[in-house]
């Protein structure tokens, strides 16, 4: 009997890494073709931001989506890393001291990862005088789509 819990745990296991791995690999080309698939940046970044301490894969799995992500969205190189990074190391210690509510701090750290990051990508564009991103609706959509698939997650 416990044998089989160990294969069914193997199994499982298995699963989950080829998930991972064709979401890591397969979900940002689908972004990039398919313009109303949001690209959940913010949702990375939290899975980044609260794994960096206990699960080395996950938040190495969440890098290489964005690099990815930044390769088929022709958006800047490293970006979104650099603003996760800097939340991580200025904002995060603080809010997990002030917030006990694992939900509340998921949203607020959905909520500035995404804004942090749409507003430096703003000011990307403005500094470069290029047209990474359109200020849109759109972006409001990504940012809420966003926000539920963290709460429902």
């Given at each position: 009997?416990n ?20 979401m890591?690999?397969a979900?940002?080309?689908l ?12 949702l ?21 989506y964005?690099?990815?992500l ?56 403005f ?21 539920f ?5």
């Amino acid at each position: 009997m416990n044998r089989n819990s160990k294969f069914d745990q193997d199994k499982w296991s298995f699963f989950k890494r080829t998930l991972l791995v064709l979401m890591v690999v397969a979900y940002p080309i689908l972004v990039s073709i398919y313009t109303m698939l949001p690209p959940l940046i913010g949702l990375v970044g939290y899975i980044i931001i609260t794994n960096v301490d206990k699960n080395r894969v996950y938040a190495l799995s969440g890098m290489l989506y964005l690099v990815n992500l930044d390769l088929n969205l022709t958006l800047p190189m490293l970006l979104s890393i650099f603003v996760i990074v800097m939340i991580y190391l200025l904002l995060y210690s603080n809010l997990k001291l002030l917030i006990r509510c694992r939900v509340c701090l998921l949203f607020i750290l959905i909520t500035m990862v995404d804004l942090f990051y749409y507003m430096s990508l703003f000011l990307y564009d403005f500094m470069f005088n290029t047209s990474t991103v359109i200020g849109d609706m759109l972006l409001v959509y990504y940012i809420v789509v966003d926000i539920f698939i963290g709460v429902l997650l």
